[in-house]
């Protein structure tokens, strides 16, 4: 004889059959209720008669440009091996419906969390392993994304608005710590997304006091170290207190440490 309880655990599994968030053995067991039990096929049809009608209420999301950057760096679209050329998932629309659907039901999910009443809240958890920065121009157009992969060590530089340079020019990318020389990280692409190594010197100087820059150099890099071009875009790493201030010191920080290194 089932109780109370064990009704309302059964009435979560439905819905969570219906939301396709149960591992594979539930599923299968849920499956198999569905096919030997009516009173499991009638639950779960409310379930979808409930349900499937919020996903059509939910507007489409477009994806932040740090998204594609986790993407690309996940799947080791750089990897050189390659048998044939491929379309690239900038263009492939079926890889962007179905996350627009993973969006949809995750939302789906959390309404379902909320409106059960014996359901205590899950507190949400924010991962460490990531940090992120807008690079803007001085328009206030953003020029560029990097997001840093701490566990990995580390950074995509994804272009966010194609930038003309002249021939021979280049951009390079500084971290600048607080109150301290800019660092160089490496030189990115100004039309495709480029993955730099972080060494330790640069993981540990990563957080919410530091920067990045992005100044004009020859295609080789910078010959001094320190930056020798105009600053072109800066910003703030994600997460940064009293982040419009920052912002607005590290245009005079990287003009300042060029000057020093070019006295």
Not at 112 to 132: D, E, K, R, W
């Amino acid at each position: 004889m089932n109780t109370p309880a064990d009704d309302g655990n059964n009435n979560l599994r439905y819905a969570e059959y219906v939301l396709g968030v149960l591992d594979a053995d539930a599923r299968a067991a849920v499956a198999h209720e569905i096919e030997t039990t009516g009173e499991a096929a009638t639950a779960v049809a409310l379930w979808q008669r409930r349900l499937m009608p919020l996903a059509d209420q939910i507007a489409d999301v477009a994806p932040a440009p740090y998204v594609w950057a986790r993407i690309h760096d996940a799947l080791q679209l750089d990897a050189p091996a390659r048998i044939q050329p491929r379309k690239g998932l900038w263009d492939n629309l079926q890889l962007w419906h179905w996350l627009g659907i993973g969006a949809s039901v995750v939302a789906a999910a959390l309404i379902v969390v909320v409106s059960l009443p014996h359901l205590a809240p899950t507190p949400t958890v924010v991962s460490a392993g990531y940090m992120a920065s807008t690079i803007q121009q001085d328009n206030g157009v953003t020029g560029w994304t990097a997001t840093m992969d701490l566990q990995h060590a580390r950074m995509v530089v994804v272009p966010a608005t194609p930038v003309a340079f002249a021939q021979g020019r280049a951009p390079e990318l500084w971290l600048i710590p607080s109150g301290q020389k800019p660092i160089a990280v490496g030189m990115i692409a100004r039309d495709k997304p480029t993955t730099l190594a972080l060494d330790p010197t640069l993981l540990a100087q990563l957080g919410p006091t530091a920067a990045l820059a992005v100044s004009v150099e020859p295609i080789g890099g910078s010959p001094t170290g320190q930056p020798t071009g105009a600053v072109i875009a800066k910003g703030v790493i994600s997460g940064a207190p009293d982040a419009g201030d920052h912002t607005s010191k590290v245009a005079s920080a990287y003009h300042r440490n060029a000057g020093q290194t070019s006295a």
